[in-house]
């Protein structure tokens, strides 16, 4: 039987990040993940500053740098942010192949490969564990990196209920004929949550992230196309008008003219035939919760999603399970893995517990309008709340201060 220091299911970025690290730290370690070739995570691919300066290598990975990004409230206002710290969006396939071939290159054992929590049998010294192909393996440590819907996390930590996860579905969708394809970010109106469009290399991701209690698919879906339409609608009016004349155009979003009923029919003709439809789900953790639920025991681990590690208020979970799993590889070549617990509660808990405190006053109201309405309102008008807004977009503004923070640059002179 083969013997492994670390078996990790999952080998999306929590679980290709901690091979990597424990690999080169010396510690034997086999990654299984099952999924098919070619088929990608369904995700925005949003990797915020904070994680591109905590490990630059992550710039080699084939991808887009945004330095400028449109905002819309929920009643349509426009905000323009010029970002002091570009963000990159990635393809999740370029993006996790890059990170599990440096996996390999530190001598991680790769295989392509379901675990499922059954075959996993704890034993005095270790876990005894069956792959798919019949195959048993034995391991000192079993960790589950194996995402939101992860099985080995209901089997180590429990269940999570089910109003503790968020949706996010969305299309995948050519770039427009200009090649001139903006990011977005747009609060939704009525609803918990915000439409995204990323673009990539070769696509756009436009998505609506919102949370599962709230989720009534047929009208976020129709929130979704309109989304879609005005994108496209102000990318074919910079083609007629030119992009030096038009560059300057806005999004007209939730809420729909009759004179552009011809254009959008036609837009929506054309997505109907080229869009990508996909959905998954990402876990919003209860303020109590934070308090509750384990990441480690006794020869486990749970990393990422699967550990619930994920912002509650934007969905943003690539930079989290990153941590994890540095934090938890570093316990562990420390020769006290346990302590992982007490790493990851000091070093993000809080603040994720803080977010999902924050998350019904972010989508709630703030003076009779969206908090998000009024935040967009104020920052037009003045330079240190939008810096404020450019840090959050950034992940370098946590929640903790963020009311603070924004109330003290609304005092200080424009
Ligand atoms: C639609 C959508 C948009 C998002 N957009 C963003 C964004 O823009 N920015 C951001 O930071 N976050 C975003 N997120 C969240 C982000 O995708 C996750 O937080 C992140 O992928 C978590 O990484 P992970 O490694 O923990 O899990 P995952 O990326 O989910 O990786 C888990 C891996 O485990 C494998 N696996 C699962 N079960 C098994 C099994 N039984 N055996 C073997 N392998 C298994 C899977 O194939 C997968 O490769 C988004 C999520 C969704 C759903």
């Given at each position: 039987?083969?013997?492994?220091?670390?078996?990790?299911?999952?080998?999306?970025?929590?679980?290709?990040?901690?091979?990597?690290?424990?690999?080169?730290?010396?510690v034997?370690?086999?990654l299984?993940?099952?999924?098919?070739?070619?088929?990608p995570?369904?995700?925005?691919?949003?990797?915020?500053?904070k994680?591109?300066?905590?490990?630059?290598?992550?710039?080699?990975?084939?991808?887009?740098?945004?330095?400028?990004?449109d905002?819309?409230?929920?009643?349509?206002?426009?905000?323009?942010?010029?970002?002091?710290?570009p963000?990159?969006?990635?393809?999740?396939?370029?993006?996790?192949?890059?990170?599990?071939?440096?996996?390999?290159?530190?001598?991680?054992?790769?295989?392509?490969?379901?675990?499922?929590?059954r075959?996993?049998?704890q034993?005095?010294?270790?876990?005894?564990?069956?792959?798919?192909?019949?195959?048993?393996l034995?391991?000192?440590?079993?960790?589950?990196?194996?995402?939101?819907?992860?099985?080995?996390?209901?089997?180590?930590?429990?269940?999570?209920?089910?109003?503790?996860?968020?949706?996010?579905?969305?299309?995948?969708?050519?770039?427009?004929d200009?090649?001139?394809?903006a990011?977005?970010?747009?609060?939704?109106?009525?609803?918990?949550?915000?439409?995204?469009?990323?673009?990539?290399?070769?696509?756009?991701?436009?998505?609506?992230?919102?949370?599962?209690?709230?989720?009534?698919?047929?009208?976020?879906?129709?929130?979704?196309?309109?989304?879609?339409?005005?994108?496209?609608?102000v990318?074919?009016?910079?083609?007629?008008?030119?992009?030096?004349r038009?560059?300057?155009?806005?999004?007209?979003?939730?809420?729909?003219?009759?004179?552009?009923?011809?254009?959008?029919?036609?837009?929506?003709?054309?997505?109907?035939?080229?869009?990508e439809?996909?959905?998954?789900?990402?876990?919003?953790?209860a303020?109590?919760?934070?308090?509750?639920?384990?990441?480690?025991?006794?020869?486990?681990?749970?990393?990422?999603?699967?550990?619930?590690?994920?912002?509650?208020?934007?969905?943003?979970?690539?930079?989290?399970?990153?941590?994890?799993?540095?934090?938890?590889?570093?316990c562990?070549?420390?020769?006290?893995?346990l302590?992982?617990?007490?790493?990851?509660?000091?070093?993000?808990g809080?603040?994720?517990?803080?977010?999902?405190?924050?998350?019904r006053?972010?989508?709630?109201?703030f003076w009779?309008?969206?908090?998000?309405?009024?935040?967009?309102?104020?920052?037009?008008?003045?330079?240190?709340?939008?810096?404020?807004?450019?840090?959050?977009?950034?992940?370098?503004?946590?929640?903790?201060?963020?009311?603070?923070?924004?109330?003290?640059?609304?005092?200080?002179?424009?």
């Amino acid at each position: 039987m083969d013997r492994f220091d670390v078996l990790i299911v999952g080998a999306g970025p929590a679980g290709s990040f901690a091979a990597e690290r424990l690999a080169r730290g010396g510690v034997s370690v086999a990654l299984f993940d099952g999924r098919p070739p070619g088929e990608p995570k369904a995700c925005g691919g949003g990797v915020t500053s904070k994680a591109l300066k905590a490990w630059p290598h992550l710039l080699e990975a084939v991808g887009r740098t945004i330095d400028e990004l449109d905002m819309y409230s929920p009643s349509g206002k426009h905000l323009h942010l010029k970002l002091d710290e570009p963000f990159a969006v990635y393809s999740r396939i370029a993006f996790d192949t890059f990170l599990r071939e440096r996996a390999r290159e530190a001598g991680a054992q790769v295989f392509a490969e379901k675990i499922s929590a059954r075959g996993c049998k704890q034993s005095d010294d270790g876990w005894i564990v069956r792959a798919q192909s019949g195959a048993e393996l034995f391991s000192a440590w079993l960790v589950g990196a194996d995402g939101a819907n992860s099985p080995i996390a209901k089997k180590l930590a429990g269940p999570l209920p089910p109003a503790e996860m968020e949706v996010a579905f969305g299309y995948r969708a050519p770039l427009p004929d200009d090649g001139n394809a903006a990011t977005v970010v747009a609060f939704l109106p009525h609803w918990v949550g915000y439409a995204w469009a990323f673009p990539r290399i070769d696509h756009i991701s436009f998505g609506i992230a919102t949370t599962q209690d709230a989720f009534d698919h047929d009208s976020l879906d129709a929130l979704m196309w309109d989304f879609m339409v005005a994108y496209y609608e102000v990318a074919r009016y910079r083609t007629a008008r030119g992009s030096e004349r038009a560059a300057h155009s806005t999004m007209q979003i939730w809420k729909r003219a009759a004179t552009h009923a011809v254009e959008a029919a036609s837009i929506r003709l054309e997505l109907n035939k080229t869009a990508e439809r996909y959905a998954a789900r990402i876990p919003g953790l209860a303020p109590r919760t934070w308090d509750t639920r384990r990441a480690c025991g006794e020869r486990w681990a749970l990393l990422g999603d699967a550990a619930g590690f994920a912002d509650p208020v934007t969905g943003e979970g690539i930079y989290y399970a990153l941590r994890s799993a540095e934090l938890f590889a570093e316990c562990y070549l420390a020769g006290e893995p346990l302590k992982y617990e007490q790493r990851w509660r000091a070093d993000f808990g809080r603040e994720l517990q803080r977010a999902s405190q924050m998350r019904r006053k972010f989508y709630g109201n703030f003076w009779g309008a969206p908090f998000t309405d009024r935040m967009i309102e104020f920052a037009r008008g003045h330079r240190g709340i939008r810096k404020v807004l450019g840090q959050l977009v950034a992940g370098d503004q946590g929640y903790v201060d963020l009311k603070k923070k924004l109330a003290r640059s609304a005092l200080k002179p424009l």
